[in-house]
């Protein structure tokens, strides 16, 4: 078995709070986003685009994602108000992967959405092959559009995600995985 197969078969997703410093470099996220957009990418159209959020900038973020929340809670604790607050602060680098699929004459927007969720996935993964951990999550603030609208994103584009990335503190244990004889038919 080779090393990405092995790689592929035991990915695991670590929860933003047991990611740790230190995060990837410049050289090493440079690398990481490179192998992210090497994905099928019918009519070369890149419908994707990444926002690395480090340092002070996850703060900032949070503070957009705090007043987004509060404002539609006004009710919520300190407590409440501070989680939401810190979403983007536990790993040391969070990238955003927005997507920016959209209708197209020859390039169906089905295919660009696949497009980014690849994009994503080998984001993943090659943080993963670079020694570190990660987790690909959406949240409710990834479809609040005041929180899109602060991070730049244009009327058309989606976020498809955070990939929180760091070190592991720990791994949760593996959690069940379907059955290939559930998910697979031989024609």
Do not use: C
């Not at 020859?106 to 092959?129: C, D, R, Y």
Request: proline share 9%.
């Amino acid at each position: 078995m080779t090393a990405t197969l092995d790689l592929l078969k035991t990915r695991r997703s670590v929860p933003p709070p047991l990611l740790d410093e230190p995060g990837p470099d410049r050289a090493q996220l440079d690398t990481i986003l490179a192998a992210a957009s090497r994905v099928p990418d019918h009519g070369k159209l890149a419908p994707w685009r990444f926002l690395v959020i480090t340092g002070a900038a996850r703060e900032r973020v949070g503070e957009t994602i705090v007043a987004a929340f509060a404002a539609d809670n006004p009710e919520a604790t300190p407590e409440r108000l501070a989680q939401e607050r810190g979403r983007l602060t536990h790993a040391p680098t969070v990238v955003a992967v927005v997507s920016r699929a959209g209708p197209h004459v020859k390039i169906p927007e089905w295919e660009q959405v696949l497009s980014v969720g690849a994009a994503t996935m080998n984001l993943v993964i090659a943080a993963n092959a670079a020694g570190f951990a990660t987790s690909w999550l959406t949240e409710w603030f990834a479809y609040d559009r005041r929180v899109l609208d602060a991070l730049g994103l244009a009327p058309s584009e989606k976020l498809a995600g955070f990939v929180h990335i760091g070190r592991a503190r720990e791994v949760p244990s593996d959690r069940p995985r379907p059955a290939l004889d559930e998910i697979v038919t031989y024609l």
